[in-house]
């Protein structure tokens, strides 16, 4: 069957790749789906379905797993990473040579092979503290944790190896939040509907700090708008991707007012980030803004909890990093 193009995806088994991955193949892509599948694998119900997809297990650290599954390759979005700080503090070591030391080599593997572009998920977080009420592209780079500073890293190395043939985009994403098969209940709007839905209670450390969000379905439209651009209007272009910026606070009073507990609990932080991320320069160049708002990941949450989608959702390791990393003896 004709396709519209290979695309690898590693970190397909992850928060985002687990619904990327599905769309890609609803687009006519043939996907190879590259993950550790430390959290499940997610797909077992797909492949039945989809003669496109092919499930492979393997680690980015390991140089022949990618050669395997780089031959012939189209498109490659990167995704594969020790995400968050918490989860990178948890084992440094491991941090480090996942999300730094086997970029490079990966880099270059696809580039030798052929691969025509490849997209890198950054993170926001590269922008550090700032005070700017519009946290463009073009400010400076204060990364706070080394999570944050191997990204910067990352992006210059990807950079730095583009050429006319070599297709390269960096993606900053705010923080993705809404529902997914491989659920995340670490990450903040996510955190605060789990909460309000099963403990009845919505605990906000701080509450002043400014946190940009995303849908996690807009995340993955960006996926796709970035791909099926003409080379000229992605190639070496990094972008901002984020909804709405708003306080903990105004997110908590959402959770909130659309799952009906009303408790609210303030306590102190010494987690002072705060940061306004700014996505028009994508609007700009190639016309792509998200659709979606944090109520209606917040709604699909509470949706989900209604219809029995998690299995201990408060404590069950497989929807929380570190408590994951743990159990597999990666902390």
Same mark, same amino acid.
């Given at each position: 069957?004709?396709?519209?193009?290979?695309?690898?995806?590693?970190?397909?088994?992850?928060?985002?790749?687990?619904?990327?991955?599905?769309?890609?193949?609803?687009?006519?892509?043939?996907?190879?789906?590259?993950?550790?599948?430390?959290?499940?694998?997610?797909?077992?119900?797909?492949?039945?379905?989809?003669?496109?997809?092919?499930?492979?297990?393997?680690?980015?650290?390991?140089?022949?797993?990618?050669?395997?599954?780089?031959?012939?390759?189209?498109?490659?979005?990167?995704?594969?990473?020790?995400?968050?700080?918490?989860?990178?503090?948890?084992?440094?070591?491991?941090?480090?040579?996942?999300?730094?030391?086997?970029?490079?080599?990966?880099?270059?593997?696809?580039?030798?092979?052929?691969?025509?572009?490849?997209?890198?998920?950054?993170?926001?977080?590269?922008?550090?503290?700032?005070?700017?009420?519009?946290?463009?592209?073009?400010?400076?780079?204060?990364?706070?944790?080394?999570?944050?500073?191997?990204?910067?890293?990352?992006?210059?190395?990807?950079?730095?190896?583009?050429?006319?043939?070599?297709?390269?985009?960096?993606?900053?994403?705010?923080?993705?939040? /809404?529902?997914?098969?491989?659920?995340?209940?670490?990450?903040?709007?996510?955190?605060?509907?789990?909460?309000?839905?099963?403990?009845?209670?919505?605990?906000?450390?701080?509450? +002043? +700090?400014?946190?940009?969000?995303?849908?996690?379905?807009?995340?993955?439209?960006?996926?796709?708008?970035?791909?099926?651009?003409?080379?000229?209007?992605?190639? /070496?272009?990094?972008?901002?991707?984020?909804?709405?910026?708003?306080?903990?606070?105004?997110?908590?009073?959402?959770?909130?007012?659309?799952?009906?507990?009303?408790?609210?609990?303030?306590?102190?932080?010494?987690?002072?980030?705060?940061?306004?991320?700014?996505?028009?320069?994508?609007? +700009?160049?190639?016309?792509?803004?998200?659709?979606?708002?944090?109520?209606?990941?917040?709604?699909?949450?509470?949706?989900?909890?209604?219809?029995?989608?998690?299995?201990?959702?408060?404590?069950?390791?497989?929807?929380?990093?570190?408590?994951?990393?743990?159990?597999?003896?990666?902390?």
């Amino acid at each position: 069957m004709k396709t519209n193009g290979i695309v690898v995806v590693f970190g397909a088994g992850g928060y985002v790749g687990s619904r990327l991955t599905p769309r890609l193949l609803s687009k006519g892509y043939e996907v190879r789906a590259f993950d550790t599948y430390w959290y499940g694998n997610v797909f077992d119900s797909l492949l039945s379905k989809n003669q496109n997809l092919k499930v492979i297990k393997g680690d980015v650290r390991n140089i022949e797993d990618v050669q395997d599954v780089i031959s012939g390759v189209d498109v490659v979005i990167h995704l594969a990473c020790i995400s968050n700080d918490p989860s990178f503090d948890m084992n440094p070591q491991l941090g480090k040579s996942v999300n730094l030391d086997s970029f490079e080599p990966l880099v270059k593997l696809a580039k030798n092979a052929g691969v025509k572009r490849f997209i890198f998920a950054s993170s926001s977080s590269v922008y550090g503290i700032k005070e700017e009420e519009r946290v463009t592209e073009s400010l400076s780079l204060e990364p706070l944790t080394d999570y944050s500073k191997y990204k910067v890293i990352c992006e210059e190395v990807l950079l730095s190896h583009m050429t006319s043939n070599f297709v390269c985009t960096v993606v900053r994403p705010a923080t993705v939040c /809404g529902y997914s098969i491989r659920q995340r209940f670490d990450l903040a709007v996510n955190i605060l509907t789990n909460h309000a839905v099963n403990r009845s209670e919505i605990k906000v450390f701080g509450g +002043q +700090q400014y946190r940009p969000n995303l849908h996690i379905e807009d995340m993955v439209d960006a996926y796709l708008h970035i791909m099926e651009q003409d080379v000229e209007r992605v190639s /070496g272009e990094i972008f901002n991707i984020g909804g709405k910026n708003l306080t903990l606070n105004e997110i908590a009073e959402r959770v909130s007012s659309i799952s009906g507990v009303a408790n609210i609990v303030h306590e102190a932080t010494d987690d002072l980030r705060s940061y306004r991320v700014d996505s028009s320069h994508i609007f +700009q160049k190639i016309g792509f803004e998200p659709k979606r708002e944090i109520d209606d990941a917040i709604s699909d949450l509470v949706a989900a909890f209604a219809n029995r989608k998690f299995t201990n959702p408060l404590g069950n390791p497989l929807y929380f990093n570190i408590k994951r990393m743990k159990e597999l003896n990666l902390a």
